[in-house]
Nanobody, 125 residues
Framework: QVQLAESGGGLVQAGGSLRLSCAAT????????MGWFRQAPGKEREFVAA??????YYSDSAKGRFTISRDNAKNTVYLQMNNLKPDDTAVYYC????????????????????WGQGTQVTVSS
């Protein structure tokens, strides 16, 4: 059973930064696709970033401002968020695709079979 636990959310002013962390059970981070999604009130869950097959992937809104990274030794994935905007306000979720080898579209939430509980990020104007 894979368990994911996010932390690092909070309240920040526009233009500020936050770093989210996702602690995973052993060997999840370095052997599987790890992703970050977010969901704002009244909106669908949307892709933010992912790390898969040795490469990072970003949504258009995250490019240039967010950076996904991982520490295999700590089984942790990070999302560094800079130049935050009020539109970034949402609950941020960490997710993992733990399946057999194959190609999985990392921007599709339904491909992920493990999810964390989420952490709230609020950006004030």
């Amino acid at each position: 059973q894979v368990q994911l636990a996010e932390s690092g959310g909070g309240l920040v002013q526009a233009g500020g930064s936050l770093r989210l962390s996702c602690a995973a059970t052993a060997r999840t981070v370095n052997t599987n696709t790890m992703g970050w999604f977010r969901q704002a009130p009244g909106k669908e869950r949307e892709f933010v970033a992912a790390w898969s097959r040795g490469s990072p992937y970003y949504s258009d809104s995250a490019k240039g401002r967010f950076t996904i990274s991982r520490d295999n030794a700590k089984n942790t994935v990070y999302l560094q968020m800079n130049n935050l905007k009020p539109d970034d306000t949402a609950v941020y979720y960490c997710a993992a695709i733990v399946k057999g080898s194959g190609y999985y579209p990392v921007w599709v939430a339904n491909e992920y079979n493990y999810w964390g509980q989420g952490t709230q990020v609020t950006v004030s104007s």
